[in-house]
């Protein structure tokens, strides 16, 4: 039972184009989400982060917004590079108050950015 | 500061024998993970180590053993691996407990023949 859904294996985008990448949760105890990028022969690294009191948070040319209503959020990424041509993870958790709470991944989506 | 290390990157085991995948941070992170990550599934966790000291199960820890040497280092050990443990295994640490940003090493490419 998959908690975090990345529904697109894949995406191309023109580079200076705006990139959407589409996550969705089932989990209504999920109100941390983040999202990592991954290259080849590489560990993810974070990206960015929302919690579920904002709908949208900013950083750079990364946006992540939040549908807490659709369980649904997203990451746009305004302009694309190539240098973004990445495997995009999202992930969740629940809301800690101590202790470790478990971070839920999706299966990611790969996306190519073409020059 | 090199972040997260692991060792070896790749690795080619037959059925039946053992190994020690080993995880260094120089970060002063008190938590640290163990992560698989298979084809068509997100990152699973194996076992964490919420401080020095600690550690507990994760997802999917059947076929597996940790051990928190010290707050640096938290090394995976397959007993006796078998193919279904063909992975990429990556570990990862957070500054504390609960923390939600992991860091990540490069990964280490098992496969068990």
């Known amino acids: 039972d998959q908690q975090v859904k990345q529904n697109s294996p894949s995406l191309s985008v023109q580079e200076g184009r705006i990139s959407i990448l589409n996550c969705d949760y089932t989990n209504s105890m999920f109100d941390y989400f983040l999202w990592y990028k991954k290259y080849p022969a590489e560990g993810p690294t974070f990206l960015i982060s929302?919690?579920?009191?904002?709908d949208k948070n900013e950083d750079g040319r990364f946006t992540v917004f939040l549908n807490k209503s659709a369980k649904h959020l997203s990451l746009h990424i305004v302009p694309s590079q190539p240098g973004d041509s990445a495997v995009y993870f999202c992930?969740?958790?629940?809301?800690?108050?101590?202790?470790?709470?478990?971070?839920?991944f999706g299966i990611g989506t790969k996306l190519q950015v073409i020059p | 500061n090199a972040g997260v290390t692991q060792t070896p990157k790749f690795q080619v085991l037959k059925t039946g024998q053992s190994m020690t995948l080993q995880c260094a941070q120089d970060m002063n992170h008190n938590s640290m993970y163990w992560y698989r990550q298979d084809p068509g599934m997100g990152l699973r966790l194996i076992y964490y180590?919420?401080?020095?000291?600690?550690?507990d199960k994760g997802e999917v820890p059947n076929g597996y053993n940790v051990s928190r040497l010290n707050k640096r280092e938290f090394s995976l050990r397959l007993e006796s691996a078998a193919p279904s443990q063909t992975s990429v295994y990556f570990c990862?640490?957070?500054?504390?407990?609960?923390?939600?940003?992991?860091?990540f090493g490069p990964g280490t490419r098992l496969t068990v023949l």
């Open positions: 990862a640490s957070t500054k504390r407990q609960g923390g939600n940003e992991q860091f």
């Open positions: 180590s919420a401080s020095e000291g600690t550690t």
């Open positions: 992930a969740a958790s629940p809301s800690h108050s101590g202790g470790y709470q478990k971070v839920t």
């Open positions: 929302i919690s579920s009191i904002k």
